[in-house]
Nanobody, 123 residues
């Protein structure tokens, strides 16, 4: 079983910054893709940024130039540095990871979501 714990959310003013963290724990063999998603009230969950094990990154248009996703595989932690925050960035941010693990000597692959962390940008 894999457990994800997100942190770093909060209330900030427009133009300020936040750094989100997502720690993965459990019996893992390999962490593949890791991503941040967000869901604003009344809206569907959307991709913010994604990073692959190979180092490729993708950003939503709304995040380009302001957000940076990076990972530390030794610490099993995913980060999202968010700068120049805007009120429209207000949402619950979720971490998502694709992992591989052994169970009964068989390599399995699963996808997990964190519990979410609230980011509110308001003056």
């Amino acid at each position: 079983q894999v457990h994800l714990v997100e942190s770093g959310g909060g209330l900030v003013q427009p133009g300020e910054s936040l750094r989100l963290s997502c720690l993965a724990s459990g019996s893992l063999f390999r962490i593949n893709d890791m991503g941040w998603y967000r869901q604003a009230p009344g809206k569907q969950r959307e991709l913010v940024a994604l990073t692959t094990r190979g180092g490729s990154v993708n950003y939503a248009d709304s995040a380009k130039g302001r957000f940076t996703i990076f990972r530390d595989d030794i610490k099993r932690t995913l980060y999202l540095q968010m700068n120049s925050l805007k009120p429209e960035d207000t949402a619950v941010y979720y971490c998502n990871v694709d992992v591989q693990y052994y169970r009964n000597e068989i390599l399995n692959r699963s996808n997990y979501w964190g519990q979410g962390t609230q980011v509110t940008v308001s003056s």
